[in-house]
C-alpha cells in the first residue's frame, strides 16, 4: 500500500515500513535452544494516523523448510511529532507491551514503557527493539529482559520487501 494525497501526515516518516515483508532470523536466549526462524511482516495503513501491523513467525528446519508456528503479533504503530513514535503489541501467549521510542530517517528504536502479563504468561518484563532500512532490506533486532535474565539479545532478522 501507498500513501497518497489523503494519508495522513504523521505516516509520512513510517512510510518506508509500509507492505509486506519475508525473510529469516536467529532466536536464542540462555533458556532456550538457538534456533533459525522465518517471518513475515505486514505494515498498512487505513486512512488514520496510524500503521496496523501483523507479524508471524515459524521454525525452519537446517533446509530452511517450515516446521512449525513460533510467535505472533499485533498492534499498532502510532507516530507522533518530530519523530516520537509509540507502539502497541499484543501476544497470544498472555502479554502486552506499550514501546516509546522515535523514528530518524530510515531507523526506529524502541523500549519498553509497559509490559502487562496475564498470570499464566512467561515472565517477560523489559525489551529494546531496533529497526533499519538497509540497501532496501529491513533489518531488526529484538533484545529483551525475561524469565530472572538481564536484557540481552534474543531475536534478529533480515527482510525483504515482497508486496
Same mark, same amino acid.
Given at each position: ?13 513510517? @512510510?518506508?515500513?509500509?507492505? *509486506? ?9 540462555? *533458556?532456550?535452544?538457538?534456533?533459525? %526462524?522465518? /517471518?513475515?511482516?505486514? %505494515?498498512? &495503513?487505513?486512512? =488514520? ?6 507479524? /508471524? ?10 516446521? +512449525?508456528?513460533? @510467535? ?8 507522533? !511529532? ?8 499484543? &501476544? ?8 516509546? #521510542?522515535?523514528? =530518524?530517517?530510515? =531507523?526506529?528504536?524502541? +523500549? *519498553?514503557?509497559?509490559? @502487562?502479563? *496475564?498470570?499464566? @504468561? =512467561? ?17 531488526? $533486532? %529484538?533484545?529483551? $529482559?525475561?524469565? #530472572? /535474565?538481564?536484557? /540481552?539479545? &534474543?531475536?534478529?532478522?533480515?527482510? !525483504? +520487501?515482497?508486496?
Amino acid at each position: 500500500m501507498e500513501l497518497t494525497a489523503d494519508t495522513p501526515v504523521e505516516l509520512v516518516p513510517l @512510510a518506508w515500513l509500509l507492505g *509486506t515483508w519475508e525473510g529469516a532470523g536467529v532466536v536464542g536466549y540462555p *533458556t532456550i535452544e538457538s534456533a533459525n %526462524f522465518g /517471518q513475515e511482516i505486514v %505494515f498498512e &495503513h487505513v486512512g =488514520k494516523p496510524f500503521l496496523a501491523y501483523r507479524s /508471524q513467525t515459524w521454525l525452519l528446519d537446517a533446509d530452511g523448510v517450515r516446521v +512449525r508456528a513460533l @510467535a505472533s503479533e499485533s498492534g499498532y504503530w502510532r507516530p507522533g !511529532k518530530d519523530g516520537a513514535l509509540e507502539v502497541m503489541l499484543s &501476544h497470544p501467549t498472555g502479554f502486552a507491551e506499550i514501546w516509546v #521510542g522515535e523514528v =530518524k530517517g530510515a =531507523k526506529i528504536e524502541l +523500549r *519498553t514503557d509497559v509490559v @502487562a502479563r *496475564t498470570v499464566t @504468561a =512467561k515472565e517477560y518484563t523489559a525489551g529494546h527493539r531496533l529497526y533499519g532500512l538497509v540497501d532496501g532490506e529491513l533489518f531488526w $533486532a %529484538f533484545d529483551m $529482559a525475561a524469565v #530472572g /535474565q538481564p536484557i /540481552q539479545s &534474543h531475536v534478529s532478522a533480515r527482510l !525483504k +520487501r515482497v508486496a
